[in-house]
């Protein structure tokens, strides 16, 4: 067992978290790693309403007794998705912990605390951090360079940005990107860290609900295999290195404004990715961490094993370094 002060605030056993991942965050996934004593969070904005996410908490609760949170990403957008609802959907359904994630969370971290929910604000900056601390955020979860999804513009990888957010960070903090087993979890305690978040890893999971051979391509991939997109943008996003990411990134090169690659990075056809195997049927996310996959074990199998593997490397290997 390593007890650490994320376990303890968020009443689980183990310093896991999964982060939310749109397409793949749903209630099959966060049962499991509740299941296994990580803690796991629904993607609120893979539901398409707020009524849906209601009922998706109600199957997750069907399939475990154990905690788990939702994750609320907050992008900026012409048309935001109605996120007051969103936010109510969650509250009202009795959900102890959320992940918010993305531009501005005050709004939503006040009207959650208001609530007694808990929230871990995911970030990709060091002052980003800071202000969510002094907003009132409960935990944060610091997200290097490494990482799936956005990376923001800065790029600092976690050997630096984790120790050097613990400097300045008095509430729990856990370190997201680019960890997959012990070694990850090791070094993010030995960073300044209380636990581990991780997204890639676990979409080759037994439960992870996605098509067989896109885990089967995380396993297959190696650390090389990822790209940014919307560089030019500002919105940098660290994705599955493909057919379409080689096309937008080429774009992107040339000038191209988002309309001209908007058909190319739909949200649409990246979720027909995960339903139908093809990984070159449109953008989908995934980290540098691929490299570090090599199976496809139950979210049981593999929280159980990135412990037992973190303990022995501390109890064993490091203690042993020490004269
Ligand atoms: C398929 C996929 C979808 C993701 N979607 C979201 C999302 O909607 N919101 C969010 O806050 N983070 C999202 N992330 C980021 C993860 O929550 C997590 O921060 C990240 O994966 C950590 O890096 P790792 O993949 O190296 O473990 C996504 C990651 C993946 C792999």
């Known amino acids: 067992m390593i007890k650490t002060r994320f376990t303890e605030l968020f009443g689980v056993e183990h310093p896991v978290a999964q982060g939310g991942m749109q397409w793949v965050g749903r209630a099959e996934l966060v049962a499991a790693v509740a299941n296994a004593g990580g803690l796991g969070f629904i993607t609120a904005l893979t539901q398409p309403t707020p009524e849906d996410l209601y009922k998706e908490i109600r199957r997750t609760r069907e399939m475990t007794d154990r905690p788990f949170g939702v994750n609320l990403t907050i992008l900026p957008a012409i048309k935001p998705p109605p996120y007051a609802e969103y936010r109510a959907a969650i509250i009202e359904s009795g959900v102890k912990a959320v992940e918010t994630a993305g531009y501005k969370p005050e709004e939503h971290i006040n009207d959650f605390k208001k609530h007694g929910v808990k929230v871990i604000h995911k970030c990709t900056a060091v002052r980003h951090a800071v202000s969510a601390q002094r907003m009132g955020a409960d935990a944060i979860s610091i997200d290097g360079f490494e990482c799936a999804g956005h990376p923001g513009e800065d790029d600092i990888p976690g050997l630096v940005l984790i120790p050097a957010a613990a400097e300045k960070i008095t509430v729990p903090m856990i370190a997201s ?48 295999a990822t790209q940014l997109i919307f560089r030019t943008m500002r919105n940098t996003a660290r994705v599955a290195k493909n057919a379409v990411s080689d096309e937008v990134v080429a774009k992107e090169k040339e000038g191209a404004k988002f309309e001209d690659i908007r058909h190319l990075v739909a949200g649409a056809r990246g979720k027909m990715v995960y339903e139908t195997g093809d ?34 490397i501390i109890r064993g290997r490091l203690a042993q370094l020490v004269q």
Request: charged content about 25%; hydrophobic content about 45%; overall charge negative.
């Open 177 to 224: 990107g680019g960890f997959a087993d012990g070694r990850g979890l090791a070094a993010a305690l030995a960073l300044g860290a209380d636990g581990i978040n991780m997204g890639t890893r676990f979409m080759a999971t037994k439960e992870a609900p996605i098509h067989e051979k896109i885990k089967e391509q995380l396993v297959a991939r190696d650390e090389r």
């Open 279 to 312: 990984p070159d049927y449109g953008i989908w996310t995934a980290g540098m961490v691929q490299g570090l996959i090599r199976d496809i074990p139950t979210c049981q199998e593999l929280i159980s094993r990135i412990v037992a593997e973190a303990e022995e």
